[in-house]
T-cell receptor, first 115, second 114 residues
Framework: DTAVSQTPKYLVTQMGNDKSIKCEQNLGHDTMYWYKQDSKKFLKIMFSYNNKELIINETVPNRFSPKSPDKAHLNLHINSLELGDSAVYFC??????????????FGPGTRLLVL | GESVGLHLPTLSVQEGDNSIINCAYSNSASDYFIWYKQESGKGPQFIIDIRSNMDKRQGQRVTVLLNKTVKHLSLQIAATQPGDSAVYFCAEVEGANGNNRLAFGKGNQVVVIP
């Protein structure tokens, strides 16, 4: 039943490691997003994909690489993890990017802690 | 009353009272605004939206007011319930069609006192 799901929910890892977070949506949406929420709850977009095509790529270190195998999945791979990468990462999806007024549905978040 | 906590502005409200959460946005060209609610341990959840050609929009127990002159949004929650305890975010849509993105404001924590 879950519309937007993410795995894992919690991720604790050492600095320098490489990790992936997975996201899946079963809403039939065309557009998916990754957001980062810091310790002050500030929420900022990182990437957006529409039908497997990258359409938004904010100023994010190239250690972060999104991958969309199909339009229902958008995974986030992070290389050489740093302490500052500790945050909650949210996946979201919306029907279409073409309209400015599409509701985005968020997943439950992945809490990443880098030690 | 309203106070600034360690991280977020916090509004403490008695159950049954009305809550008002304010938000200032930055881009005068933004034409669509959304309020999201984020409960502890969960992702943001859509509450209500408003387009720039409107001043007011009502939903179930919630009302959003838009003042474009001063670039201000507010969310009013009527008869606040314990389940309304959450962090509330306003967001504006930026960018041209095809490259739209949500720009979130700072969150406001609402604590409902039973």
């Amino acid at each position: 039943d879950t519309a937007v799901s993410q795995t894992p929910k919690y991720l604790v890892t050492q600095m320098g490691n490489d990790k992936s977070i997975k996201c899946e949506q079963n809403l039939g949406h065309d557009t998916m997003y990754w957001y980062k929420q810091d310790s002050k709850k500030f929420l900022k977009i990182m990437f957006s994909y529409n039908n497997k095509e990258l359409i938004i790529n904010e100023t994010v270190p190239n250690r972060f690489s999104p991958k969309s195998p199909d339009k229902a999945h958008l995974n986030l791979h992070i290389n050489s993890l740093e302490l500052g990468d500790s945050a909650v990462y949210f996946c979201a999806s919306s029907q279409d990017r073409a309209s400015a007024q599409e509701t985005q549905y968020f997943g439950p978040g992945t809490r990443l802690l880098v030690l | 009353g309203e106070s600034v906590g360690l991280h977020l502005p916090t509004l403490s409200v008695q159950e049954g009272d009305n809550s008002i959460i304010n938000c200032a946005y930055s881009n005068s060209a933004s034409d669509y605004f959304i309020w999201y609610k984020q409960e502890s341990g969960k992702g943001p959840q859509f509450i209500i939206d408003i387009r720039s050609n409107m001043d007011k929009r009502q939903g179930q127990r919630v009302t959003v007011l838009l003042n474009k002159t001063v670039k201000h949004l507010s969310l009013q929650i009527a008869a606040t319930q314990p389940g309304d305890s959450a962090v509330y975010f306003c967001a504006e849509v930026e960018g041209a069609n095809g490259n739209n993105r949500l720009a979130f404001g700072k969150g406001n924590q609402v604590v409902v006192i039973p």
